[in-house]
Nanobody, 115 residues
């Protein structure tokens, strides 16, 4: 059974930092591309960052230079380091897996950035 469990969300002041984690189980993590998405109130879910199984990364223009996605295959975990946070980064952040044996969404973790 595939499980993706996010953690690390919370309340932070503008300019602050947070690190999100997503622990995956139930499939072959090392061959799976992983992504972080977010959904703000009243808005559609959007891609924040993506990392392939080989480590190639891609970012939304709104977070480029501020967020960093990384993965630890030994721990079956993908991370999202968020710095210089802005109030517009406030959203529920979701982990996503796209692989042959590991695919699905986590339940999300709320990030709130106060001004």
């Amino acid at each position: 059974q595939v499980q993706l469990v996010e953690s690390g969300g919370g309340l932070v002041q503008a300019g602050g930092s947070l690190r999100l984690s997503c622990a995956a189980s139930g499939g072959d993590f090392s061959t799976t591309a992983m992504g972080w998405y977010r959904q703000a109130p009243g808005k559609q879910r959007e891609l924040v960052a993506f990392i392939t199984s080989g480590g190639t990364t891609n970012y939304a223009s709104s977070v480029k230079g501020r967020f960093t996605i990384s993965r630890d295959n030994a721990k079956n975990t993908v991370y999202l380091q968020m710095t210089s946070l802005k109030p517009e980064d406030t959203a529920v952040y979701y982990c996503n897996a796209r692989g042959a044996t590991l695919s699905g969404w986590g339940k999300g973790t709320l990030v709130t950035v106060s001004s």
